[in-house]
């Protein structure tokens, strides 16, 4: 899904200045995350990016399950309509998503509902779902804006990786998973471009996608550290 940067709702005019702000957030975001994605290692052996591979769809599973209870405690608190009605179909897709990782570890000889969540995960989510006290902007330049777009980001990474490693998992990702991801992040860009229209609510909506960088890095890091010990 693609939203046209710039544009106000419900007028034909261009909003440059908003428009300008939503590119460079979304620049700073990516420019974070470079060299900092550690879930899965490219230089890797083979044996070692299967396991990783593995380890990241448990932790998918987990990650998909909390999404789409936080996005169910946010609906009541979301009062802009453009925006509220955007998240039912979100909290079906990590619904789905959820069901989907669970038969495809099942397949694979594992039993998704057997591995616990590191407590930086949870935390993680923890705090998310306490956000629903939060500003719409801020919310959703947090988990959809910064948190979904990165998501989009490195699920491209980890279907070039799976692909030799296992091209039915690799597959799973690119056609029922990843499209959905990129609709959510746009529902964050939706966002801004409604709400981020003074520079006080782009001053928020920044510190919001910078904690939620912050924060998601210290999870992936201590995600790392727990798949490179083959947990």
């Known amino acids: 899904m693609t939203v046209a940067v710039g544009r106000r709702e419900g007028s034909g005019r261009v909003d440059t200045e908003t428009g300008e702000f939503v590119r460079q957030l979304a620049a700073e975001n990516r420019a974070f995350w470079v ?19 593995r380890y990241r769809m448990r932790q998918g599973v987990y990650n998909e399950l909390r999404a ?9 608190s979301v009062q802009e309509r ?35 969540p590191l407590p930086e995960w949870e935390t993680l989510f923890d705090w998310l779902l306490a956000a629903r006290a ?11 804006f910064a948190g979904e777009t990165q998501s989009c980001e490195g699920f491209e990474m980890l279907i070039r990786l799976a692909e ?41 909506a920044a510190e919001a996608c910078r904690e939620m960088n912050r924060r998601v890095f210290e999870a992936y890091a201590a995600h790392r550290r727990r798949a490179d010990r083959g947990g």
């Open 35 to 53: 060299g900092r994605d550690v879930r899965l290692d490219p230089t890797a052996p083979r044996e070692t990016l299967e396991r990783q591979l």
């Open 68 to 76: 789409a209870e936080l996005i169910a405690a946010w609906i009541p």
């Open 82 to 116: 453009e925006l509220r009605g955007m998240l039912p179909g979100q909290l079906d897709d990590e619904q789905r998503h959820y069901q989907l990782l669970r038969r495809r570890l099942r397949e694979l000889g594992e039993d998704p509902d057997a591995w616990e």
């Open 134 to 144: 939060r500003p719409t902007l801020e919310k959703l330049a947090m988990f959809q």
């Open 164 to 204: 030799p490693v296992d091209p039915q998992t690799a597959r799973l990702y690119r056609t029922a998973i990843l499209p959905d991801e990129y609709r959510h992040a746009a529902i964050g860009q939706q966002a801004l471009l409604l709400l981020a229209d003074t520079p006080a609510r782009r001053v928020r």
